[in-house]
């Protein structure tokens, strides 16, 4: 089985390399890259020169300068067959991550992600990794935590991504989620697998630190699910808004953002649904706790030196 590996590169320097490494080590073999370069300033065409001149599997192509979600549409345009496994160039697979899910294509899956782990600098230098649960997602679980997370960890058949359409290129934030609410809504099958195979690189200043944008992603998700008569009762959504305002509480505290960003969405996750917030299990008790805990800490460390 061949797969196509797409990354869309955008002054990407910094990381790129180790994302087109972490390609060339698969153990499974049977796959082709289509780089996209979008119009990147740095040193971002010289390293996929360099790689593509090392193997012959990679393809690189101009893309339109208008953001990732049409750097990926242009790549499906020039030719990506088979299961596609989409990469950002800032993120790392593991080994055997294609190898991993080719079975489960070779059977005739549409949509598939695993687990994966958050990291700064190297892979492994954090202990927080994502769930993955049992069932296929559903619309409402999309608009809750979104278990896939990122675009590094999708994996789709080309049947499956031309049934869902393609990826929304006025969105900067979100157009995964919207991606997958659209397939989910429209019957694909979205299956998980519990393995931590992808490396998801989190760095203050990138795209996914953008909380406030990421929620106006989300809303845009909930309109794409109106549309396509799938939206969740109220009190479902009600409930899917508070736990997406309780993970990006969770991000920020992740990020080192500053303290009242995170009590702010605590704050609000609790207010839109407070059975919402403080489900599965310490998850919500313990951000609502960490959120208001770091704004209170700093004020008693104020009050710490003046009273000397």
Same mark, same amino acid.
């Given at each position: 089985?061949? =797969?196509?590996v797409?990354?869309?590169?955008?002054?990407?320097?910094?990381?790129?390399?180790?994302?087109?490494?972490?390609?060339r $080590?698969?153990?499974? /073999?049977?796959?082709? $890259?289509?780089a *996209?370069?979008d119009?990147?300033?740095? &040193?971002?065409p010289?390293?996929?020169?360099?790689?593509?001149?090392?193997?012959?599997?990679?393809?690189i192509?101009? /893309?339109? +300068?208008?953001?990732?979600a049409?750097?990926?549409n242009?790549?499906?345009?020039?030719?990506?067959?088979?299961?596609?496994a989409? #990469?950002?160039?800032? !993120?790392?697979?593991?080994?055997?991550?294609?190898?991993?899910v080719?079975?489960?294509?070779?059977?005739?899956?549409?949509?598939?992600?695993? @687990?994966?782990?958050?990291?700064?600098?190297?892979?492994?230098?954090?202990?927080?990794?994502?769930?993955?649960?049992?069932?296929? #997602?559903? *619309?409402?679980?999309?608009? @809750?935590?979104?278990?896939?997370?990122? $675009?590094?960890?999708?994996?789709?058949?080309?049947?499956?991504?031309?049934?869902?359409g393609?990826?929304?290129?006025?969105?900067?934030h +979100?157009?995964?989620?919207?991606?997958?609410?659209?397939?989910?809504?429209?019957?694909?099958?979205?299956i /998980?697998?519990?393995e931590?195979?992808?490396?998801? &690189?989190?760095?203050?200043g990138?795209?996914?630190?953008?909380?406030?944008?990421?929620?106006?992603?989300? @809303?845009?998700?909930? %309109?794409?699910a109106? !549309?396509? !008569?799938?939206?969740?009762?109220?009190? *479902?959504?009600?409930?899917?808004?508070?736990?997406?305002?309780r993970?990006l509480?969770? &991000?920020?505290?992740?990020?080192?953002?500053?303290?009242?960003?995170?009590?702010?969405?605590?704050?609000?996750?609790?207010?839109?649904?407070? @059975?919402? =917030?403080?489900?599965?299990?310490? %998850?919500?008790?313990?951000?609502?706790?960490?959120?208001?805990?770091?704004?209170?800490?700093?004020?008693? $460390? %104020?009050?710490? #030196?003046v009273?000397?």
């Amino acid at each position: 089985m061949t =797969f196509t590996v797409v990354i869309p590169c955008h002054n990407g320097e910094r990381t790129l390399a180790r994302t087109l490494h972490s390609v060339r $080590m698969q153990t499974h /073999g049977d796959w082709r $890259m289509i780089a *996209v370069d979008d119009r990147s300033t740095d &040193r971002t065409p010289w390293i996929l020169e360099t790689f593509a001149a090392l193997d012959t599997r990679v393809r690189i192509v101009a /893309g339109p +300068g208008k953001g990732a979600a049409a750097a990926r549409n242009a790549a499906l345009e020039h030719g990506a067959e088979g299961p596609v496994a989409f #990469l950002d160039a800032d !993120d790392v697979w593991e080994p055997e991550r294609l190898a991993t899910v080719a079975p489960i294509f070779g059977a005739g899956a549409e949509i598939a992600y695993t @687990r994966y782990a958050f990291f700064a600098e190297e892979p492994g230098d954090s202990l927080t990794v994502s769930t993955v649960p049992p069932a296929p #997602l559903t *619309v409402a679980d999309l608009l @809750r935590e979104n278990p896939v997370g990122t $675009m590094s960890n999708l994996v789709a058949s080309r049947a499956a991504l031309d049934r869902a359409g393609p990826f929304r290129e006025d969105m900067t934030h +979100g157009e995964d989620r919207e991606w997958l609410v659209r397939a989910a809504a429209r019957g694909l099958s979205i299956i /998980g697998i519990d393995e931590t195979l992808l490396h998801y &690189r989190t760095s203050i200043g990138g795209l996914s630190t953008d909380l406030e944008k990421m929620h106006a992603g989300w @809303r845009e998700s909930v %309109r794409t699910a109106a !549309d396509l !008569d799938a939206l969740p009762p109220p009190r *479902v959504l009600c409930a899917a808004e508070a736990v997406y305002l309780r993970y990006l509480a969770r &991000r920020a505290l992740r990020l080192g953002l500053p303290p009242r960003v995170a009590a702010d969405y605590a704050l609000r996750g609790v207010t839109r649904s407070p @059975r919402g =917030f403080l489900s599965d299990g310490a %998850r919500g008790p313990l951000t609502l706790g960490s959120a208001l805990a770091a704004t209170v800490a700093p004020r008693l $460390m %104020r009050r710490v #030196l003046v009273n000397r």
